[in-house]
């Protein structure tokens, strides 16, 4: 084909202006590649804003803990540096155990996280009480992952994209991708065409609109916000059977999950349906939500509820995103199906991702979250 | 788990609140033979409009639909927040510490208009009100008797509240109009052919009556004092003048509120909520009347309320013999409109440091750094606070011509507690009927 | 009318039945009803419940639209300042 005068050249086409693709951005930025980021709506305006914006371990697989642990560390040297709007707080994560049984599991993952460095502490019921007062009588205790942390994601991923633009980046908003060629071409839907050396795949759930193996599947969640009630809970608090809620591969599950807010407002979640038909609020989840957020703090009935929306997360069959080639693509890379870990895991897959690039070694292993896993023999296709 | 707040009524027609447009629809759908339940989110019946001060009556009007409501049988709910609607008929309703599902097989919106609030610098003095907001607060015993007012803004409603003030005992000094002598000259010459009322004459002349300074082609520029409203300065768009007052109540016009609507998914125009002759809207078994369908006062809301409680209760005929009424009274909206319009120099009000979203205190400079209204929520937090952009989202529809964004529920804010009894698998156990 | 109590900031006032919480705030000469995320004081603006600005404490609960809350007897009322 030949090249026409509205044509770009790059090193580097990064499709998707959520968190991913804005840390993608910035690192390769960073590394002096010339880099276009192409964004169909608003920098951030998709799962990376419906979110909840926490930074947090998470243990049910090795390779999650790996990298969870390995991102968490790479923002930990970043949070300093940003800037009041980015909302951070280092809270911690609680999470809380509602029976002996789950006690016993509370120190099982305080081995599990000492195993991958974690700092983390047991509390008895009596300091748990202490810690979060709201929390009802009878909860048996809880871990305290103290490193932990909170941001707010929109802030955060113009921050990095204003890094990208500084290191010479261009940012093209409201420019739909029409289709990817796996030799490098982008083609947009104004019929421009962008011809790059590489092109990262950071669409999220729109992932699989361009790169159609990969096993992405749009999870929907709802979140309700509240009103400000400054220093109301300390921690993020969640139900230690979260990762059950998470590994329900079908149907729709709820966890106790709330956040407090650097404003002093609550996030509470967290809901999880797969195949749901719109991205209307459904009341019917949100009362399941809210009836679970009540069993551990009774008192959050009484607080002002102003806002519910939903988001789409990407998700994959094995919990574990897609980072590196896509094997249907030659010049084209994963950056997606973080699920509900884009926020803490986006700089450190900008990191695996460019290590590749440049054919360094990574820190970590970067195998377990290559998409031809799903691929090679034995892989598990969605 | 069972929730002991919840509880499920079934009804034919529901009305979403209680002013002239909602009481009118309701009481006429229930002579029509519907089962109505009229809800209202406040403790007063009547809408903004029919508010009466302390220890006063409702205006007569009010009170002959008042009646009519209550004889035909509806069931009026005052104090009920409807929040969220789950398709295809069920509202839920938060009053107090209750909640309830409200199942309905019809639905007329008549939830009205609020105020256009418009920023220049110190309009978050405490004393910088509405000028409708100050009548409603007086009316409820806010003491204004002896405090020095400037009213300011646009249209009838600015010679009428400040008549209300004057007779509650307040010295209203200055009344600025924004519009100019030649539209108001121009208005004036149409009103003889038009006029539905006699409000705007019985105002001039008590105004003039007095001793109130009337300024037309005026408008306030800024807002001073520390912890509370000392003094306001306006323009002419040439000179500047500065008066000491205590209180500035400033009215720019209304704009319908569309929280519902949107919930709901119903066309919009430019105007408001889409409706076709019968006030049906794009939304299946879905009504809607008064303010919400374009701005035309409490005459057009009456006629408005009726139609659409003929039509809802499948009475076209008695609805369509009001089409001509309505009709009339919509070109005196439109003359209303085109006269006092807002000049463009309000647009340009705001410095960089003046707070434009006033419930996360962010600024102008911020927010016109954006290229939308989602991008502004999203990076700024402008919208994000306790009113969810009632009022600067109105706002900048105006100085930016930016639409508004996607309406999330809950309508209006309600207890967390409320949502958890949102459920409906349990509501089946305890539904009761509407009387 | 009849009176009843409530209390501002600890403060006992007596109100005529009917009043706003709002309205009573204005007659205890109360300047701002709260602070702004960023400390500017802040009192009633739109009247009906809508802007926000008007949020007090009453009974312990924050954030109460001041001018659509019905004064009862013995309600305690908290504002910023």
Same mark, same amino acid.
């Given at each position: 084909?030949?090249?026409?005068?509205?044509?770009?050249?790059?090193?580097i086409a990064i499709v998707g202006?959520?968190? /991913?693709g804005?840390?993608c951005a910035?690192?390769f930025?960073?590394?002096?590649?010339?880099?276009?980021? *192409?964004?169909?709506?608003?920098?951030?305006?998709?799962?990376?804003?419906?979110?909840?914006?926490?930074?947090?371990?998470?243990?049910?697989?090795?390779?999650?803990?790996?990298?969870?642990?390995?991102?968490?560390?790479?923002?930990?040297?970043?949070?300093?540096?940003?800037? #009041?709007?980015?909302?951070?707080?280092?809270?911690?994560?609680?999470?809380?155990?509602?029976?002996?049984?789950?006690?016993?599991?509370?120190?099982?993952?305080?081995?599990?996280?000492?195993?991958?460095?974690?700092?983390?502490?047991?509390?008895?019921?009596?300091?748990?009480?202490?810690?979060?007062?709201?929390?009802?009588?009878?909860?048996?205790?809880?871990?305290?992952?103290?490193?932990?942390?909170?941001?707010?994601?929109?802030?955060?991923?113009?921050?990095?994209?204003?890094?990208?633009?500084?290191?010479?980046?261009?940012?093209?908003?409201?420019?739909?991708?029409?289709? /990817?060629?796996?030799?490098?071409?982008?083609?947009?839907?104004?019929?421009?065409? /962008?011809?790059a050396?590489l092109v990262l795949n950071a669409?999220?759930?729109?992932?699989?609109?361009?790169?159609?193996?990969?096993?992405?599947?749009?999870?929907?969640?709802?979140?309700?916000?509240?009103?400000?009630?400054?220093?109301?809970?300390?921690?993020?608090?969640?139900?230690?059977?979260?990762?059950?809620?998470?590994?329900?591969?079908?149907?729709?599950?709820?966890? !106790?999950?709330?956040?407090?807010?650097?404003?002093?407002? *609550?996030?509470?979640?967290?809901?999880?349906? !797969?195949?749901?038909?719109?991205?209307?609020?459904?009341?019917?989840?949100?009362?399941?939500? /809210?009836?679970?957020?009540?069993?551990?703090?009774?008192?959050?009935?009484?607080?002002?509820?102003?806002?519910?929306?939903?988001?789409?997360?990407?998700?994959?069959?094995?919990?574990?995103?897609?980072?590196?080639?896509?094997?249907?693509?030659?010049?084209v890379w994963l950056a997606?199906?973080?699920?509900?870990?884009?926020?803490?895991?986006?700089?450190?897959?900008?990191?695996?991702l460019?290590?590749?690039?440049?054919?360094?070694?990574?820190?970590?292993?970067?195998?377990?979250?290559?998409?031809?896993? !799903?691929? #090679?023999?034995?892989?598990?296709?969605? | 788990?069972?929730?002991?707040?919840?509880?499920?009524?079934?009804?034919?027609?529901?009305?979403?609140?209680?002013?002239?447009?909602?009481?009118?629809?309701?009481?006429?759908?229930?002579?029509?033979?519907?089962?109505?339940?009229?809800?209202?989110?406040?403790?007063?019946?009547?809408?903004?409009?029919?508010?009466?001060?302390?220890?006063?009556?409702?205006?007569?009007?009010?009170?002959?639909?008042?009646?009519?409501?209550?004889?035909?049988?509806?069931?009026?709910? $005052?104090?009920?927040?409807?929040?969220?609607?789950?398709?295809?008929?069920?509202?839920?309703?938060?009053?107090?510490?209750?909640?309830?599902?409200?199942?309905?097989?019809?639905?007329?919106?008549?939830?009205?208009?609020?105020?256009?609030?418009?920023?220049?610098?110190?309009?978050?003095?405490?004393?910088?009100?509405?000028?409708?907001?100050?009548?409603?607060?007086?009316?409820?015993?806010?003491?204004?008797?002896?405090?020095?007012?400037?009213?300011?803004?646009?249209?009838?409603?600015?010679?009428?509240?400040?008549?209300?003030?004057?007779?509650?005992?307040?010295?209203?000094?200055?009344?600025?109009?924004?519009?100019?002598?030649?539209?108001?000259?121009?208005?004036?010459?149409?009103?003889?052919?038009?006029? $539905?009322?006699?409000?705007?004459?019985?105002?001039?002349?008590?105004?003039?009556?007095?001793?109130?300074?009337?300024?037309?082609?005026?408008?306030?520029?800024?807002?001073?004092?520390?912890?509370?409203?000392?003094?306001?300065?306006?323009?002419?768009?040439?000179?500047?003048?500065?008066?000491?007052?205590?209180?500035?109540?400033?009215?720019?016009?209304?704009?319908?509120?569309?929280?519902?609507?949107?919930?709901?998914?119903?066309?919009?125009? $430019?105007?408001?909520?889409?409706?076709?002759?019968?006030?049906?809207?794009?939304?299946?078994?879905?009504?809607?009347?008064?303010?919400?369908?374009?701005?035309?006062?409490?005459?057009?809301?009456?006629?408005?309320?009726?139609?659409?409680?003929?039509?809802?209760?499948?009475?076209?005929?008695?609805?369509?013999?009001?089409?001509?009424?309505?009709?009339?009274?919509?070109?005196?909206?439109?003359?209303?409109?085109?006269?006092?319009?807002?000049?463009?120099?309000?647009?340009?009000?705001?410095?960089?440091?003046?707070?434009?979203?006033?419930?996360?205190?962010?600024?102008?400079?911020?927010?016109?750094?954006?290229?939308?209204?989602?991008?502004?929520?999203?990076?700024?937090?402008?919208?994000?606070?306790?009113?969810?952009?009632?009022?600067?989202?109105?706002?900048?529809?105006?100085?930016?011509?930016?639409?508004?964004?996607?309406?999330?529920?809950?309508?209006?804010?309600?207890?967390?507690?409320?949502?958890?009894?949102?459920?409906?698998?349990?509501?089946?156990?305890?539904?009761?009927?509407?009387? | 009318?009849?009176?009843?109590?409530?209390?501002?900031?600890?403060?006992?006032?007596?109100?005529?039945?009917?009043?706003?919480?709002?309205?009573?705030?204005?007659?205890?000469?109360?300047?701002?009803?709260?602070?702004?995320?960023?400390?500017?004081?802040?009192?009633?603006?739109?009247?009906?419940?809508?802007?926000?600005?008007?949020?007090?404490?009453?009974?312990?609960?924050?954030?109460?639209?001041?001018?659509?809350?019905?004064?009862?007897?013995?309600?305690?009322?908290?504002?910023?300042?």
């Open positions: 084909m030949s090249t026409r005068a509205s044509d770009i050249r790059c090193e202006g959520g968190i /991913v804005a840390a910035a690192e930025a960073a590394e002096g590649c010339r880099v276009v980021v *192409l964004e169909r709506g608003i920098a951030a305006g998709e799962a990376t804003s419906a979110g909840m914006g926490h930074l947090v371990v998470l243990d049910d697989s090795p390779a999650q803990l790996a990298l969870t642990v390995y991102a968490r560390r790479l923002w930990h040297a970043l949070l300093p540096q940003l800037p #009041a709007d980015a909302e951070v707080d280092v809270c911690g994560t609680l999470w809380v155990a509602e029976s002996d049984e789950e006690m016993a599991l509370v120190e099982r993952k305080r081995d599990v996280l000492a195993g991958g460095g974690v700092a983390a502490e047991v509390l008895a019921v009596d300091e748990l009480r202490r810690a979060e007062p709201q929390l009802r009588a009878g909860l048996a205790g809880g871990l305290r992952v103290p490193d932990d942390a909170v941001i707010y994601p929109p802030t955060v991923t113009r921050l990095l994209l204003a890094r990208a633009a500084d290191a010479g980046a261009q940012l093209r908003t409201r420019v739909a991708v029409r289709h /990817v060629e796996g030799d490098g071409r982008v083609h947009l839907a104004d019929g421009s065409r /962008v011809q050396d669409a999220g759930t729109g992932a699989p609109a361009l790169s159609p193996a990969a096993p992405i599947r749009p999870r929907k969640g709802h979140l309700v916000i509240t009103d400000r009630y400054p220093g109301w809970v300390h921690h993020q608090l969640i139900e230690l059977g979260y990762l059950r809620s998470t590994q329900a591969a079908a149907g729709e599950s709820v966890a !106790f999950n709330i956040q407090p807010r650097r404003t002093g407002q *609550l996030l509470i979640g967290s809901s999880r349906q !797969f195949d749901a038909e719109t991205s209307d609020v459904e009341m019917r989840v949100v009362a399941k939500m /809210v009836q679970r957020a009540r069993e551990y703090l009774p008192g959050v009935e009484a607080l002002s509820a102003l806002r519910i929306w939903t988001g789409f997360r990407a998700a994959t069959p094995d919990k574990l995103p897609l980072i590196g080639p896509s094997p249907e693509q030659p010049r997606a199906g973080h699920e509900g870990l884009g926020i803490t895991t986006c700089l450190a897959t900008a990191r695996l460019r290590d590749r690039w440049r054919g360094h070694a990574s820190e970590i292993d970067a195998a377990p979250y290559l998409p031809q896993r !799903f691929t #090679a023999a034995g892989g598990s296709l969605a | 788990m069972t929730d002991p707040c919840a509880s499920e009524r079934d009804g034919d027609l529901v009305v979403l609140g209680g002013g002239p447009a909602g009481l009118a629809a309701a009481a006429t759908a229930a002579e029509d033979g519907l089962r109505v339940l009229l809800l209202d989110s406040t403790p007063w019946l009547g809408g903004p409009i029919w508010r009466p001060g302390p220890g006063a009556t409702p205006p007569r009007v009010a009170q002959r639909w008042l009646a009519r409501a209550d004889s035909a049988g509806v069931t009026i709910w $005052p104090q009920a927040t409807a929040f969220a609607a789950c398709p295809p008929d069920v509202l839920h309703v938060e009053r107090g510490r209750d909640v309830c599902r409200v199942r309905w097989k019809q639905m007329i919106l008549a939830v009205g208009a609020h105020e256009l609030f418009l920023p220049f610098p110190g309009w978050t003095l405490p004393n910088v009100m509405g000028a409708g907001g100050l009548q409603l607060l007086v009316k409820s015993g806010w003491p204004v008797r002896g405090r020095r007012v400037v009213v300011a803004g646009t249209g009838p409603l600015l010679l009428a509240v400040a008549a209300y003030l004057v007779r509650q005992g307040a010295h209203v000094s200055d009344i600025l109009e924004q519009a100019s002598w030649s539209a108001l000259a121009q208005f004036a010459s149409r009103l003889a052919w038009l006029a $539905p009322s006699k409000l705007w004459q019985a105002a001039t002349l008590q105004t003039r009556l007095l001793r109130t300074r009337y300024r037309p082609g005026c408008w306030p520029v800024a807002a001073h004092g520390a912890d509370r409203l000392d003094a306001v300065t306006f323009t002419d768009g040439t000179r500047r003048w500065t008066r000491d007052c205590d209180v500035l109540a400033c009215a720019f016009g209304l704009v319908p509120q569309l929280r519902w609507p949107g919930l709901l998914h119903c066309r919009l125009t $430019p105007r408001g909520v889409w409706v076709d002759d019968y006030q049906r809207t794009s939304c299946d078994r879905v009504w809607a009347a008064g303010e919400i369908t374009g701005l035309g006062g409490v005459d057009l809301a009456l006629v408005e309320g009726q139609i659409a409680g003929h039509a809802a209760a499948g009475n076209n005929l008695a609805a369509a013999r009001w089409f001509a009424r309505r009709a009339r009274l919509q070109r005196f909206a439109a003359q209303l409109d085109r006269c006092f319009q807002l000049r463009t120099e309000l647009r340009f009000l705001p410095t960089p440091e003046t707070v434009v979203c006033r419930c996360e205190d962010v600024t102008w400079r911020a927010i016109e750094a954006c290229s939308d209204v989602r991008a502004a929520k999203l990076y700024t937090r402008c919208g994000m606070g306790s009113c969810q952009g009632r009022i600067c989202q109105t706002a900048l529809q105006f100085l930016q011509n930016w639409s508004a964004d996607h309406v999330r529920p809950p309508a209006a804010p309600v207890r967390v507690g409320s949502l958890a009894g949102a459920d409906q698998e349990h509501a089946d156990a305890e539904r009761t009927e509407l009387p | 009318m009849t009176d009843l109590t409530i209390r501002v900031n600890g403060r006992p006032l007596r109100v005529p039945t009917g009043l706003t919480v709002a309205a009573a705030l204005a007659m205890a000469d109360v300047p701002a009803f709260r602070r702004s995320v960023h400390g500017q004081p802040r009192s009633a603006l739109c009247g009906m419940g809508i802007c926000a600005e008007c949020r007090v404490t009453i009974d312990g609960l924050a954030h109460q639209r001041s001018c659509v809350v019905l004064c009862r007897e013995a309600m305690e009322v908290v504002t910023d300042d």
